[in-house]
């Protein structure tokens, strides 16, 4: 029979387990390169069908952003055109307040001056009350104005 010594068993037994670990290592290696593959594919796969649809939405979104300018030009004309009809209504508003403040000013002292005539007979007095009844429904109707105003 053959003596091995004991340093010799383990030297051999050192050998097949380095065999063995190599082994293992070549089979992780081997495994690790077929699914770094099949990554690689699947990237591929998603990078062509995925850069298609970015380009898609980017034109969208171009697209979009043309639409809300006009719509801002749009938004800007009818702000434009709600401000002069704004002036064009104070305008006219103002043309008209004063002339008809001072008719209702006007109708007031002489409805006050003639019932003040009627009643005492005083051509002086009856002016002076007109005059000052007109000069009170003017004012009352500046005041009810500029309250409407700030309403």
């Given at each position: ?16 387990f380095l ?19 099949r ?10 069908e ?9 034109t969208?979104v ?13 938004t ?10 704004d ?25 006050h ?35 409407a105003?700030?309403a």
């Amino acid at each position: 029979m053959l003596a091995y010594s004991s340093g010799e068993v383990v030297d051999v037994a050192l050998a097949i387990f380095l065999i063995l670990v190599g082994a293992g290592i070549a089979w992780v290696c081997l495994e690790l390169g077929a699914t770094l593959q099949r990554l690689s594919a699947f990237i591929r796969g998603t990078q062509e069908e995925v850069l298609p649809v970015i380009n898609k939405v980017g034109t969208t979104v171009d697209h979009v952003n043309a639409q809300m300018e006009k719509v801002d030009q749009i938004t800007d004309s009818a702000v434009d055109a709600a401000d002069s009809a704004d002036t064009a209504v104070r305008a006219v508003s103002f043309a008209i307040t004063r002339p008809v403040q001072k008719i209702t000013g006007f109708a007031a002292g002489v409805s006050h001056g003639i019932a003040e005539f009627k009643t005492r007979r005083n051509w002086r007095g009856a002016v002076d009350v007109a005059k000052v009844a007109a000069t009170e429904r003017e004012q009352e109707l500046a005041e009810e104005l500029r309250e409407a105003d700030r309403a």
